[in-house]
């Protein structure tokens, strides 16, 4: 399993439902999409997103989706200085 985590610091103003509205259903329809969390900070400006894949493939594809991109540049745009992206490979799960 892989983990695509992203994380950096958004707006104040953002608004949260295009995460809720937009890209998680947009995850949610690829194809090795397993979950994932949407966290902020508490009293911070700093985000942490964390999806689940069935596999690196799986996340290229999903990525290279239109439906995906529009909602990935919509959610990037809340980002001061952009988002930083790594991406893991699961070694334990508790």
């Known amino acids: 399993m892989i983990a695509n985590v992203v994380s950096g610091r958004v707006d104040?103003?953002?608004?949260?439902?295009?995460?809720?509205e937009q890209?998680?259903?947009a995850?949610?329809?690829q194809d090795g999409f397993k979950g994932g969390y949407w966290l902020r900070q508490v009293?911070?400006?700093e985000v942490l997103a964390v999806t689940l894949w069935e596999s690196e493939e799986a996340?290229?594809?999903?990525?290279?989706?239109q439906v995906t991109r529009e909602a990935s540049a919509q959610t990037s745009a809340m980002f001061i200085g952009g988002p930083r992206m790594a991406v893991y490979r699961l070694v334990a799960h508790g």
Do not use: N
Request: without cysteine.
């Open 12 to 20: 104040a103003s953002a608004d949260e439902r295009v995460v809720r």
């Open 23 to 25: 890209l998680v259903p």
């Open 27 to 29: 995850l949610k329809q």
């Open 43 to 45: 009293d911070s400006d």
């Open 59 to 65: 996340l290229r594809a999903a990525l290279a989706t």
